[in-house]
């Protein structure tokens, strides 16, 4: 399967970005999903991810409460709605797919990264 995330940009402390990541040569509906984000000097991280079915999304704490993924398969694509942006979210986010929980940890395929950049 191959990912293409888009949709990020800059965007004021407060405000709010909507992520897609479009899949192609695969059904979406094979893989779990997750999205990542690696900020300036520091390590690719785990942000949340969403079953197959739609029927288990989990959160990191750092984005619980502010971010909403979700996904439409008959679309093939993969969403994260941003909220409440604080500048430490600023980072290249990516997506990504796979199987299970491993998904958060070890995800089998990646897409290219889109930048979110968060002022003050």
């Known amino acids: 399967v191959q990912l293409q995330a888009s949709g990020g940009g800059l965007v004021q402390a407060g405000g709010s970005l909507r992520l897609s990541c479009a899949a192609s040569g695969r059904a979406l509906s094979r893989y779990d999903m997750g999205w990542f984000r690696q900020a300036p000097g520091r390590e690719r991280e785990f942000v949340t991810l969403?079953?197959?079915?739609?029927?288990?999304?989990r959160y990191a704490g750092s984005v619980k409460g502010r971010f909403t993924i979700s996904r439409d398969n008959a679309e093939n694509t993969l969403y994260l709605q941003m909220n409440s942006l604080k500048p430490e979210d600023t980072a290249v986010y990516y997506c990504?797919?796979?199987?299970?929980?491993?998904?958060?940890?070890?995800?089998?395929?990646w897409g290219q990264g889109t930048l979110v950049t968060v002022s003050s």
């Open positions: 969403i079953n197959w079915s739609g029927g288990s999304i």
């Open positions: 990504a797919a796979g199987y299970g929980a491993l998904v958060s940890v070890a995800p089998n395929y």
